[in-house]
């Protein structure tokens, strides 16, 4: 049995093996064994099978086909490919004189005929051009000019070459690559992201023909938890793309903007106008130029004080509340001395004044003695505060009792009290209040080393 007639055939068969299978059956007629061929995809990848070491072939030259049998069970998942793989030469010839039969010219025929539909097969899975375009071929670029590039179309339909290895169609490549076009994101909440596995170098770089001049960079300090890390820095660069240094450094954890290099911000000579404004040096100097300083200063215009009277006892009062104030306590004086002096036995001879503003309508005076005193025992004495008028005249004492039984040397000893002189008008210069003491014995000096007195006087 020969085969003459080749019906219509794709010439292909694909099996999908479930695991286990040997037998494929070949359902078109061929002539040899070698006329078929096996592909089989496995794990990823694609094999050739090798007749006689991988498979058998049976049916060859039967109208009806027949089949190839695997030498090893196919395994799940196995793809194999059969394929009509007729050779596409003419082998043998008839000679002159030779008898033509119709079975040699059936076979021959046959044979072209399943080499055309091998062509039909391999021409369906090529790319061809629609059935409407203009007539003419689609010629590739030169294999200099599309090595390493893709295959693209220019606007009329051309083929070009184009992109990097990793950038189809001119894209940018996503292991790097330069535009020489704008890049615009145009979304809703549009985000363009730098990420990296770790802390490391994340950076947006300005550049002049390539040359480095300023990059805004996240710093690849460690992240150690509580938002730390990461830190935020604008940098600068010289002519020759050399890093001079950051200007500034964003702290992630608490958003505070730090400047590092030796040069303070410039503001806009502008004054400020909300509570919070950061303003100018000059604005500041301006305005301390309207202030009294605290250590002394001389005012050019009246002190307005707020309406209201004083509350504490070292609150400024305006005008108005001092005038409010009754007639006969208008202003208060008050002297303080401080000394040392002696008591010696006897009658008082060391004595300190202390002189009375003049023309005060009430006098009101405290005092007290602080004595610090060295050697002497069992001493007593009096101590006496006095009144005196412009004519050194006495006009009222006050005397304290010095009670030291037990002195020691360094004792600190304290007498005093307050002492009061109510309604005693002192309507001349020269009156004074006279401290002075004496002892009443002579056992041993007594010298009182710190003495401090005061006197109050409200003048009308």
Same mark, same amino acid.
């Given at each position: 049995?020969?085969?003459?007639l080749?019906?219509?055939?794709?010439?292909?068969?694909r099996?999908?093996?479930?695991?286990?299978?040997?037998?494929?059956?070949?359902?078109?007629?061929?002539?040899?064994?070698?006329?078929?061929?096996?592909?089989?995809?496995?794990?990823?990848?694609?094999?050739?099978?090798?007749?006689?070491?991988?498979?058998?072939?049976?049916?060859?030259?039967?109208?009806?086909?027949?089949?190839?049998?695997?030498?090893?069970?196919a395994?799940?998942?196995?793809?194999?490919?059969?394929?009509?793989?007729?050779?596409?030469?003419?082998?043998?010839?008839?000679?002159?004189?030779?008898?033509?039969?119709?079975?040699?010219?059936?076979?021959?025929?046959?044979?072209?005929?399943?080499?055309?539909?091998?062509?039909?097969?391999?021409?369906?899975?090529?790319?061809?051009?629609?059935?409407?375009?203009?007539?003419?071929?689609?010629?590739?670029?030169?294999?200099?000019?599309?090595?390493?590039?893709?295959?693209?179309?220019?606007?009329?339909?051309?083929?070009?070459?184009?992109?990097?290895?990793?950038?189809?169609?001119?894209?940018?490549?996503?292991?790097?690559?330069?535009?020489?076009?704008?890049?615009?994101?145009?979304?809703?909440?549009?985000?363009?992201?730098?990420?990296?596995?770790?802390?490391?170098?994340?950076?947006?770089?300005?550049?002049?023909?390539?040359?480095?001049?300023?990059?805004?960079?996240?710093?690849?300090?460690?992240?150690?938890?509580?938002?730390?890390?990461?830190?935020?820095?604008?940098e600068?660069?010289?002519?020759? *793309?050399?890093?001079?240094?950051? &200007? @500034?450094? %964003? =702290?992630?954890?608490?958003?505070? #903007? $730090?400047?590092?290099?030796?040069?303070?911000?410039?503001?806009?000579?502008?004054?400020?106008?909300?509570?919070?404004?950061?303003?100018?040096?000059?604005?500041?100097?301006?305005?301390?130029?309207?202030?009294?300083?605290?250590?002394?200063?001389?005012?050019?215009?009246?002190?307005?004080?707020?309406?209201?009277?004083?509350?504490?006892?070292?609150?400024?009062?305006?005008?108005?509340?001092?005038?409010?104030?009754?007639?006969?306590?208008?202003?208060?004086?008050?002297?303080?001395?401080n000394?040392?002096?002696?008591?010696?036995?006897?009658?008082?001879?060391?004595?300190?004044?202390?002189?009375?503003?003049?023309?005060?309508?009430?006098v009101?005076?405290?005092?007290f003695?602080?004595?610090?005193?060295?050697? *002497?025992t069992?001493?007593?004495? &009096? @101590?006496? %505060? =006095?009144?005196l008028?412009?004519? #050194? $005249?006495?006009?009222?004492?006050?005397?304290f009792?010095?009670?030291?039984?037990?002195?020691?040397?360094?004792?600190?000893?304290q007498?005093?009290?307050?002492?009061?002189?109510?309604?005693?008008?002192?309507?001349?210069?020269?009156?004074?209040?006279?401290?002075?003491?004496?002892k009443?014995n002579?056992?041993?000096p007594?010298?009182?080393?710190?003495?401090?007195?005061?006197?109050?006087?409200?003048?009308?």
């Amino acid at each position: 049995m020969t085969i003459s007639l080749v019906p219509h055939d794709s010439r292909q068969r694909r099996f999908q093996m479930t695991g286990g299978e040997t037998v494929l059956p070949v359902t078109f007629p061929f002539f040899a064994a070698a006329d078929l061929l096996l592909l089989r995809h496995r794990g990823g990848s694609t094999a050739t099978l090798l007749l006689g070491a991988d498979y058998t072939v049976t049916g060859a030259g039967n109208p009806a086909g027949g089949a190839a049998t695997l030498t090893a069970p196919a395994q799940a998942g196995d793809l194999v490919v059969l394929l009509s793989a007729q050779p596409d030469a003419r082998a043998t010839g008839w000679a002159d004189g030779q008898a033509l039969t119709a079975a040699a010219l059936n076979a021959e025929f046959a044979r072209k005929w399943i080499g055309m539909q091998q062509m039909r097969r391999d021409l369906d899975r090529s790319v061809r051009l629609p059935a409407i375009d203009p007539p003419g071929g689609l010629e590739l670029p030169a294999a200099a000019s599309r090595a390493n590039r893709f295959l693209g179309f220019d606007g009329s339909g051309n083929a070009l070459a184009m992109g990097a290895p990793d950038a189809p169609l001119g894209a940018v490549a996503r292991t790097g690559d330069t535009m020489t076009g704008d890049l615009t994101i145009s979304k809703s909440n549009a985000i363009m992201g730098l990420s990296s596995p770790t802390p490391s170098v994340r950076a947006v770089r300005w550049r002049t023909n390539g040359v480095e001049r300023w990059g805004l960079t996240a710093y690849p300090t460690a992240e150690t938890g509580g938002n730390v890390g990461s830190e935020l820095h604008l940098e600068r660069y010289n002519d020759h *793309g050399v890093f001079l240094g950051s &200007i @500034f450094q %964003v =702290n992630r954890a608490d958003g505070r #903007l $730090t400047f590092l290099e030796n040069a303070l911000p410039r503001l806009p000579g502008i004054d400020p106008t909300d509570p919070n404004d950061v303003t100018r040096r000059a604005y500041v100097d301006a305005q301390r130029d309207t202030r009294i300083a605290r250590t002394g200063d001389v005012m050019t215009g009246n002190l307005v004080l707020p309406a209201g009277g004083p509350v504490g006892s070292t609150d400024a009062a305006h005008r108005a509340y001092v005038d409010a104030i009754p007639a006969g306590k208008t202003s208060v004086h008050r002297n303080t001395w401080n000394g040392i002096f002696d008591l010696l036995p006897g009658t008082p001879t060391t004595f300190f004044d202390i002189l009375l503003p003049a023309n005060t309508a009430h006098v009101i005076g405290s005092g007290f003695v602080r004595m610090t005193h060295t050697g *002497g025992t069992d001493v007593v004495g &009096i @101590f006496s %505060v =006095n009144l005196l008028n412009e004519a #050194l $005249t006495q006009v009222t004492q006050h005397n304290f009792a010095i009670l030291a039984s037990t002195s020691l040397t360094g004792i600190y000893v304290q007498t005093g009290g307050h002492v009061g002189f109510n309604n005693i008008p002192v309507n001349n210069n020269g009156w004074r209040l006279r401290f002075t003491g004496h002892k009443d014995n002579s056992s041993g000096p007594f010298n009182v080393n710190d003495y401090q007195a005061s006197i109050l006087c409200v003048q009308r």
